[in-house]
């Protein structure tokens, strides 16, 4: 999943592949599926992040993303992209107006444009280069049931042992975690497709028993797969049901404590 984020006040650091970014009121970003990051606020931060998978940029008629990229913006670009995103969080909180996936749609893209035409190109350490290559393949393998972590260690040409501490390290959680996790997350978008069984939806995403998919998507989400895709039934129509539309959220992150 690719991240957008927008910063609207507060200041920091987005540590991203291993080089330190600084962020402060009005900066944007762009992270890649690979990228290992992690913020450190200086004073609280809020921050609205849009989360949408790269197939979604190839329809919108971009590029494959392959690097993370940054941007500060002026003040008159501020006020326009801030007005926008903060009509969209507004409409998300009350009930759906018409086209509302398409305004999300719309300015996604607009600061997309902005980060391609004005923004730079962030470096990235030499060390990180295994977890990326390591993340890319999960990303593109996880249908595969017998995907298992010396699989991976083996494409970065380390050792199983080795590859696992590194990725711990580097991505806050272990090999298996990281699988499941991401297996979930594209179960999510399968399941609001009703042309798609749940248990086809299983088995797509590389589960091998239902009764395992039902107990990890309950302890992931609190609800079973049926009452997910009910829930999200309200995209079905939509000319996004199909894909991975933008999600909008704003957050806020406490000043990080240095000692």
């Known amino acids: 999943m690719c991240i957008r984020d927008r910063i609207i006040e507060g200041s920091g650091q987005q540590l991203i592949n291993n080089v330190c970014v600084p962020i402060k009121k009005g900066s944007l970003y ?3 599926l ?16 849009i989360h949408f998978l790269p197939d979604l940029v190839s329809q919108l008629g971009f590029s494959r993303l392959d690097a993370s990229y940054s941007a500060q913006l002026c003040r008159e670009d501020y006020d326009l992209l801030c007005h926008l995103a903060f009509s969209v969080l507004n409409e998300k909180k009350h009930a759906a107006q018409p086209y509302h996936m398409q305004k999300m749609q719309s300015v996604t893209t607009l600061m997309l444009v902005y980060l391609f035409r004005y923004g730079t190109q962030n470096a990235q350490s030499t060390s990180i280069n295994h977890i990326q290559e390591a993340i890319r393949y999960i990303n593109e393998n996880y249908s595969d049931p017998t995907l298992r972590l010396k699989d991976v260690a083996q494409v970065c040409n380390l050792s199983s042992c080795y590859f696992s501490t590194i990725f711990h390290d580097r991505v806050g959680c272990n090999f298996s975690e990281y699988l499941l996790s991401y297996r979930l997350h594209r179960a999510c978008i399968l399941l609001s497709n009703l042309k798609i069984s749940v248990s086809e939806v299983a088995y797509e995403v590389g589960f091998e028993s239902l009764p395992h998919f039902f107990r990890v998507f309950r302890q992931a989400y609190h609800c079973t797969p049926r009452q997910f895709r009910q829930r999200a039934g309200s995209l079905q129509g939509e000319p996004w049901a199909e894909i991975e539309h933008p999600r909008w959220e704003s957050t806020i992150t406490p000043a990080t404590s240095f000692m």
């Open 34 to 49: 690979s990228d290992v990051h992690r913020v450190e606020a200086v004073e609280p931060l809020k921050i609205i992040s």
């Open 30 to 32: 762009l992270l890649t």
